[in-house]
């Protein structure tokens, strides 16, 4: 009975003439601003919040809402929620892969108590509440060529233990109280906004360097196999799978992904622009972390359930990142 009445308070659908509110935390990373300017056209500038515990360029602050929001203080978490009469949280707060194997308990605070504190905020106010997970909630023993949405999941990062504990706790408060969380695992993430402490920032790490000096050092060997997509089918899947009715979800979690490619595919194709790049391999621990985490992820099911479709490949990647990336470094 009570998680009826949740489930039928959790009506929460909103479009663009009765927008939501949306809290974006840790919005200064890698999707934050991209995502925040996303939703600002679709919903309106006012009512998408990003925040941070780190201070933000003037320019930054001048495209709209920005404010401190620690998501290890519960109480302030709910005084925002409630002042700003929060309607979604997009909760992107998190020590990504590499970092988090260098400082393993803040990781534990950041990516797990900062997600209990999240998970509990969302229940008791009844917002819609989005968690990105990763292709590093998988490890050794998951299949790795293609990776299912539903498979073993037995990481060995700190990073990855967290994103699964993240998905069932999310998955549990949905089945117990109704919450309408949704979740995504993204593979890397490749943007003009560098990422910071992952494993598959060498991708991006790779234009800037190619474009600024033709050279590159980097710390996967040339057969590393891993998933990717472009920043626009990451957002644009994130927006498109949280405003799926949430009774057209047979799933609360979800592989999704564009393609696959090695550091050496990336490289040739980056040498149709840089024909002399010279690419030389110096693998360090990411090496290990790499070699656990899918070569191919099978999102057949987002496909399926919600109409997942990528539009950005290889070659589109490339020429993008190559335009982008340049424009910053001339
Ligand atoms: C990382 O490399 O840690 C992230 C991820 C794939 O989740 N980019």
Redesign the pocket.
Known sequence: DQQRRHRSADANTHTAEDPPKILITGSLGQLGLEMARFLRVKYGQENVLMSDIIKPTKSTAAEGPYIFADILDFKGLQEIVVSHRIDWIIHFSAL???VGEQNVPLAVRVNIEGVHNVIELAKQYRLRLFVPS???SFGPDSPRNPTPNVTVQRPRTI?GVSKVHAELLGEYYHHRFGLDFRCLR????ISSDP?GG????YAVFMFFEALRTGKFECYLRPDTRLPMMHITDCLRSLWEFLTVPPDQLRRRVYNVTAMSFTPEELAEELRKYVPHLQVSYKPDSRQLIADSWPQVFDDSEARKDWGWEHKYNLEELVKTMVREVGAQVQ
């Open positions: 990504l892969s590499a990763t292709i590093g990073y993204f593979p890397g993430v990422p992952g494993t598959t920032d």
